[in-house]
């Protein structure tokens, strides 16, 4: 179990030093600290001083007593003050400890004791973010690198080969403090959870994710891509627009209606309160992470934000529980019903599964059922994971084509070659024959990985590369600057599709490139994530042609849980000569 960093909430968080942290940590407003005084202390004053007490505890004037209770007030007071001291003396002696060992790991300067790096760092995302990745690339050559925030030592990771000792290990599966602040929302579903229990998940739904099943969700992604082309039309020949949200709702009515079974026409009605709901939800867990003065859950619950995440969180868990419990009451109907036969049919309602579906119907190795908790743990964490990345993932191929005409040219010839002038629905078959296109995925996944750095904790004590690296440090593995190793990717910056053709790609260390993380600890969601975004990109590519005046300094990437496109993803559309639509 990881244990709260026992960070002071003044000091400095990951991304973002300072800022508005005293007013937020400030004591109650004097009103409010009064009638606490007034509510504790009168009654024992009276008791202590009064002239007689109701209760009797003593009729004569009782200065003894009071100096008792001020003897204790100063003794519990030295016991608190002692107990701090004490837990704050093993905290100084730990981060010492760790500064030690750490110190012949490669870091940078200046960095003071307590504060560590913190006075150096960005403020705002968008700059933080950059300055990470500069820092990696000053560090190219050099193995690895550490950094402290305030007191915490972070191991900073982007070489294939320090990359494979963490990911290629069954021994390092558990999660920073950090993914603490999603525990209210997903639980500890499989993003979260560790140990036996995400052992024992991660088997019971991996296969939730087979092929078949895939098969049944093509539909959906097929039909969600139809409105979304129909969404653009409005925007053929005319002057550039942001695409970004409309490919993030048409992901995210994909994952509801497979993840849950559930249409939620988010594409037709952006202002769902439940897509309201997601979408608050991810802002305010991400400024909590960086935001350490808003870590506590006491002061958290009190605080403006801390009252907007409760909102939130019940608008969110109204929603899921809602769709459970429908879902398995359909489930105990259908079973009764299986039997009944009407007009020589089975009365069943052959209706698409959804993963909710198999949830519910999935036990473990010891034939338990999930509870209606667990299931919704996984159906929230399938739609944190599953629409947002997916989503950013397409906004970048959009990008990425729109600036290199002769790559999208390209992809025209194939899709032309595959569907002919057919406007037809995408089959596996035909997603198999988009080979060019998954490509042109593959490279701008390496470009702009959805997920641009995730984290690990070690739970015992590890060697990298001669490092002797304490037990508890957390390690940042960094995608964004792992793709960027001119070794592995000459001239990096490029975007060159044909990096990930067989010829070119054979041999190459599978660490080198990991938008979905590598080992046992992968994204579960990586296959449905390739399909999806290869429907909704070849409906897309069928029909238009996308141009883009965007320059890449232009696009002020962030990385905050996923990497986005600060300003949004500027783009024209033309219609297709060749297409028949
Ligand atoms: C382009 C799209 C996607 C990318 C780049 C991506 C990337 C990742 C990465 C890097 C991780 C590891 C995170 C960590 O260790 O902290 C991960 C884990 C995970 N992803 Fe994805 N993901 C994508 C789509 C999806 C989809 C569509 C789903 C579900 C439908 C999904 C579900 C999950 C889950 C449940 C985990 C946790 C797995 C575990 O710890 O066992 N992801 N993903």
Redesign the pocket.
């Known amino acids: 179990m990881l244990s709260p960093p026992p960070i002071e909430p003044a000091s400095i968080g990951p991304l973002q030093p300072l800022g508005p942290a005293p007013s937020r940590e400030a004591p109650p407003p004097p009103p409010q600290g009064f009638h606490f005084l007034q509510r504790r202390v009168r009654p024992e004053r009276s008791r202590g001083f009064g002239l007689s007490s109701g209760g009797g505890m003593s009729s004569s004037p009782s200065w003894p007593e009071g100096g008792r209770i001020l003897a204790w007030g100063a003794g519990a007071g030295a016991l608190l003050a002692g107990l701090l001291a004490l837990a704050f003396s093993r905290f100084l002696l730990d981060a010492f400890r760790r500064w030690k060992v750490l110190k012949p790991v490669p870091g940078i300067n200046p960095c003071y004791p307590l504060l560590g790096n913190a006075l150096l760092f960005e403020k705002q995302g968008e700059a933080f973010f950059q300055q990470l990745m500069k820092y990696s690339e000053q560090f190219r050559n050099i193995p690895l690198y550490k950094l402290w925030v305030g007191p915490i030592p972070f191991l900073i990771l982007y070489h294939a080969d320090t990359v494979e000792v963490i990911l290629s290990s069954s021994k390092y599966i558990e999660?920073p403090y950090l993914y603490k602040f999603l525990h209210p929302w997903l639980g500890t579903g499989?993003?979260t959870s560790t140990g036996d229990k995400?052992r024992s998940r991660?088997k019971m739904l991996t296969p939730t994710f087979h092929f078949a099943i895939l098969l049944d969700f093509l539909d959906v992604m097929n039909e969600q891509a139809s409105i979304l082309v129909q969404k653009l039309e409005k925007h053929v020949d005319k002057e550039p627009f942001d695409c970004f949200l409309y490919i993030t709702l048409c992901a995210l009515d994909i994952?509801c209606e497979t993840a849950m079974g559930k249409n939620i026409g988010a594409q037709n009605n952006k202002d769902s309160e439940y897509v309201r709901a997601v979408y608050r939800m991810s802002d305010l867990i991400h400024h909590r992470q960086k935001s350490p003065w808003l870590w506590s859950d006491f002061i958290y619950s009190i605080c403006q934000e801390g009252r907007d995440h409760s909102k939130n969180l019940k608008i969110l868990h109204t929603f899921t529980d809602s769709v459970i419990a429908e879902k398995a009451q359909q489930l105990k109907n259908q079973e009764h019903k299986s039997d009944v036969i009407i007009n020589g049919e089975q009365s069943k309602t052959k209706g698409r599964r959804a993963f909710l579906d198999m949830l519910l119907s999935t036990t473990d190795e010891n034939g338990k059922k999930m509870s209606y908790l667990d299931i919704r743990e996984e159906v929230d964490?399938?739609m944190f994971?599953?629409h947002d990345?997916?989503a950013a993932?397409m906004n970048w191929v959009i990008y990425l084509l729109g600036s290199y005409p002769e790559v999208q040219r390209n992809v025209h010839k194939e899709l032309d070659e595959v569907f002919g002038d057919s406007d037809r629905p995408i089959t596996m078959d035909d997603l198999k024959q988009l080979r060019y296109l998954e490509s042109v995925i593959k490279e701008s996944?390496r470009l702009f990985?959805?997920?641009p750095l995730?984290a690990r904790t070690f739970t015992e004590e590890v060697h990298i590369k001669g490092f002797k690296i304490p037990q508890g440090t957390d390690c940042i593995i960094v995608p964004y600057a792992l793709h960027r190793d001119p070794d592995v990717f000459p001239e990096p910056e490029e975007f060159r599709p044909e990096r990930f053709f067989p010829e070119n790609s054979n041999g190459r260390n599978p660490y080198a490139y990991v938008?979905?993380?590598a080992g046992p600890?992968n994204?579960?969601?990586?296959r449905?994530?390739q399909i999806e975004?290869k429907t909704i990109l070849a409906t897309i590519l069928r029909r238009f042609q996308i141009e883009t005046k965007q320059k890449r300094d232009e696009l002020y990437p962030v990385g905050e849980l996923i990497l986005r496109p600060n300003r949004g993803i500027w783009i024209q559309l033309k219609r297709r000569s060749s297409s028949n639509f």
């Open positions: 999660k499989l993003l995400w991660r994952i964490t399938f994971e599953g990345t997916t993932a996944l990985p959805s997920v995730f938008p979905f993380s600890r994204c579960i969601g990586q449905f994530a975004e």
